[in-house]
């Protein structure tokens, strides 16, 4: 004897929405407001190999308390070779304001 036959099995329909729901981001001015950039002095490393010691050196020497977030060196391609930059420390206002008044050096 075989069994009865099944009903076949459907999706209930889906239910509208009753409402139009619309998503709205809720964050913090600190999250939201623009980075702010600090000057800082940096040097080119001519020797690749010097740049660890350099490093080290340069964080006992001159430590970059309000920087610890940052990686100190920066590493990037221009016209196919390797430029390599430090940073030493980060420059004040007084420093920023003098070297505004500075006039370019010539080759005179």
Same mark, same amino acid.
């Given at each position: 004897?075989?069994?009865?036959?099944?009903?076949?099995?459907?999706?209930?329909?889906?239910?509208?929405?009753?409402?139009?729901?619309?998503?709205?981001?809720?964050?913090?001015?600190?999250?939201?407001?623009?980075?702010?950039?600090?000057?800082?002095?940096?040097?080119?490393?001519?020797?690749?190999?010097?740049?660890?010691?350099?490093?080290?050196? $340069?964080?006992?020497? $001159?430590?970059?308390?309000?920087?610890?977030?940052?990686?100190?060196?920066?590493?990037?391609?221009?016209?196919?070779?390797?430029?390599?930059?430090?940073?030493?420390?980060?420059?004040?206002?007084?420093?920023?304001?003098?070297?505004?008044?500075?006039?370019?050096?010539?080759?005179?």
């Amino acid at each position: 004897m075989l069994p009865p036959p099944q009903p076949e099995l459907s999706e209930p329909p889906a239910k509208k929405l009753k409402k139009n729901w619309t998503l709205e981001a809720v964050l913090g001015e600190d999250v939201t407001k623009p980075v702010p950039l600090i000057p800082v002095l940096t040097a080119t490393v001519k020797d690749k190999r010097a740049t660890s010691n350099l490093v080290k050196k $340069l964080s006992n020497v $001159l430590p970059l308390p309000n920087l610890q977030h940052l990686k100190r060196v920066n590493s990037s391609q221009h016209d196919g070779q390797t430029r390599i930059l430090i940073i030493l420390w980060e420059l004040s206002q007084a420093s920023l304001d003098i070297i505004k008044t500075m006039s370019p050096l010539s080759a005179d």
